[in-house]
């Protein structure tokens, strides 16, 4: 087995989480062995998701280094110069990317990572005396420690699973195939980003001319992305440190109550939508073939004739209702899931009450093993870490300390001045001293 073979850190996935460390490692720790593992040949983010005009919920500046290394190399400043377009993305006088950019940015990095290998998934991790064994079809190799970020899965609910298919599909698949909705009656369930992405497509006529088209949600309405300056204070780094060492039960609470810092929809979104839909149907004066339903939770799909009939429960009535369907699009978000090449460990690892990896400080996972060789996992942390941990805000950040962790030096300054807001109560003394 060479050198090339022996690593410090092995990652498993080269999406957007794994990528950042490895950016960062390959820019500021040369001396840390380090190689990423990527079973796809040509990276690309939330393909099935890639439709017109949709955008990132965060800046541009929010990239793979930027908080921590604003020199490196694998910016997405210097994407745009490499690029030769850094003045034309200026004047579109835009915020933030849209997915079709961030995901060529991403696929420019991967590439030009000697750290990445594109096209060899990992089959098998054991553990020995040595240290993490990983077995690719290109060979194996030894790490003393591990990076988990292969992603979440699309999740469907129990009752609509066994009819997935080209007709009863996850919205994170929608533009894997040719879709053709022309006369057809479309519903679409989930009331967050990717549903209102989904239902103004839908709206505009991407997959040609719908007969009708509903949007089911459970949320009270279709509720605007809590964006504002002191909402998005949860998505620093002293928040999310402070938030760790809060008791379970506090952590599950504030999770809850900050559901639309994280996952409501953009107002640029909802302005379209409100627009679009005015402009059809009250200036246009087209029959109402598109409406909203909002309040009501999904909880049966069942076969009719040859589409589908699913039933809802209103939130403030309990009174059911039927909605005929031809095809049905879930937005119902996405679950974790461990890889099966960690088959082998998933017993050793310590789980929550949601079936969550449990995460020290330093994002790494809690289990049995020896403390010399570590598992650290990426967007898997949202009951430990906040609603920050799966979002792209913190991602340089996360990976800057785990890099720290990993090295057992402080490679990366991540010391903060204190914030406008004061998250901790402060002791007796000190209040004495303001009274």
Known sequence: MTDSRVLDLAGLGAGPFNLSIAALADSHLPDLATRFFERRRDPSWHPGLMLPDTHLQTGFLKDLVTAVAPDSRHSFLSYLVAHRRFYRFLNTETGTVSRAEFSDYLRWAARRLDNVSLGEPVREVM????????????????????????????????????????????????????????????????????????????????WGQPRALSWVSRRRNFEPLDETAFTNEYFTPDYTRLFHGLPRDVREREVAAQKLASDGITPAALQALYRELYHRFDVLGEPRWASLHPHREAIDLKRHGLGFELTTAHGLTGQREDFAADIVIFATGFRSHLPECLAPLAERLERDEHDELVLGPHFEVRWDGPAAHRLYAV?????????????????????????????????????????????????????????
């Open 127 to 206: 553990l020995d005396r040595a240290g993490f064994r990983l077995r690719t079809d290109h060979g194996d190799y030894r790490a003393r420690h591990l990076s988990l970020g292969t992603g979440k899965r699309p999740w469907l609910p129990d009752f609509a699973s066994a009819y997935q298919g080209p007709h009863c599909l996850h919205a994170a698949d929608i533009a894997h195939h040719r879709r053709d909705f022309s006369g057809r009656r479309v519903v679409i369930v989930g009331g967050g980003q990717s549903g209102a992405d989904v239902f103004l497509n839908a709206l505009r006529g991407h």
């Open 379 to 435: 967007n898997a942390g949202r009951h430990s870490h906040g609603i920050a941990e799966p979002q792209l805000s913190l991602m340089p950040w996360r990976s800057a300390t785990i890099l720290n962790h990993a090295a057992g030096r402080e490679v990366f300054d991540l010391r903060d001045d204190a914030g406008p807001i004061d998250w901790q109560p402060a002791a007796a003394a000190d209040l004495a001293q303001v009274i």
